[in-house]
């Protein structure tokens, strides 16, 4: 089974930085679009980011452009998202997904907490 595990949130004050990581395992070649969503109570689920298998082509959505970095790593099996100058508005449950052969996957999420 295809599994997306995400670490690295927490609370944060505004201004500041967290890394997040998604780590995809149950695959033997990792060459699908990553991605991350967001989502906040009372709000829909946000698209944040996504990565193409190539580890160049990226989306970002407008709310997050210049302030956060998505990226892949190890083979394409790791996703990094890189957050700076975080908002609050940016709080929310961090969803890393990927969809292999039209069949979405996501991971269970990590929060972050901007005060």
């Known amino acids: 089974d295809v599994q997306l595990v995400e670490s690295g949130g927490g609370s944060v004050q505004a201004g500041g930085s967290l890394r997040l990581s998604c780590t995809a395992s149950?695959?033997?070649?990792?060459?699908?679009?990553m991605g991350w969503y967001r989502q906040a109570p009372g709000r829909d689920c946000d698209l944040v980011a996504t990565i193409a298998s190539d580890g160049i082509t990226k989306y970002y959505g407008t709310s997050v452009e210049g302030r956060f970095t998505i990226s892949r790593a190890d083979s394409g099996s790791t996703v990094h998202l890189q957050m700076d100058s975080l908002r609050p508005e940016d709080t929310g449950l961090y969803h890393c997904t990927t969809s292999i052969r039209l069949v979405p996957y996501w991971g269970q999420g990590t929060q972050v907490t901007v005060s």
């Open positions: 149950g695959l033997t070649r990792y060459d699908s679009d």
